[in-house]
């Protein structure tokens, strides 16, 4: 079982910018992917980009390319996703999701470990 924890979400005014965290303590994810997905009120949970954690090659959908940013820490337990320029259409709860295959994928099927969740807010 992988446990992943969720923090940085929060509220912040259009332009601006949060940065996500998604942390396994105790783990090491040297051959893992990773994925960030997003769901508004009322649509489908959506993939917005992912990791290959042994690479680090990101992925990422074309609504948040050149403004989001996926990364991870040196000690490979910990992903983040770093948003900058942020619109009110970025509004959502957001999810990290982790599989041990070894590229991300865009289906939340592919993934079995989620996090709990964050809310991000981007009043206009």
């Known amino acids: 079982q992988v446990q992943l924890v969720e923090s940085g979400g929060g509220l912040v005014q259009a332009g601006g910018s949060l940065r996500l965290s998604c942390a396994a303590p105790?783990?090491?994810?040297?051959?893992?992917?990773a994925g960030w997905f997003r769901q508004a009120p009322g649509k489908e949970r959506e993939f917005v980009g992912g990791?290959?954690?042994?690479?680090?090659?990101?992925y990422y959908v074309d609504n948040v390319k050149g403004r989001f940013t996926i990364s991870m820490n040196n000690a490979k337990n910990t992903v983040f996703l770093q948003m900058n320029s942020l619109k009110p259409e970025d509004t959502a709860v957001y999810y990290c999701?982790?599989?041990?295959?070894?590229?991300?994928?865009?289906?939340?099927?592919?993934?079995?470990?989620w996090g709990q969740g964050t809310q991000v807010t981007v009043s206009s």
């Open positions: 999701a982790v599989t041990s295959n070894r590229e991300p994928n865009h289906s939340s099927s592919y993934y079995p470990y």
């Open positions: 105790g783990r090491i994810f040297g051959s893992y992917s």
């Open positions: 990791i290959n954690w042994s690479s680090g090659a990101t």
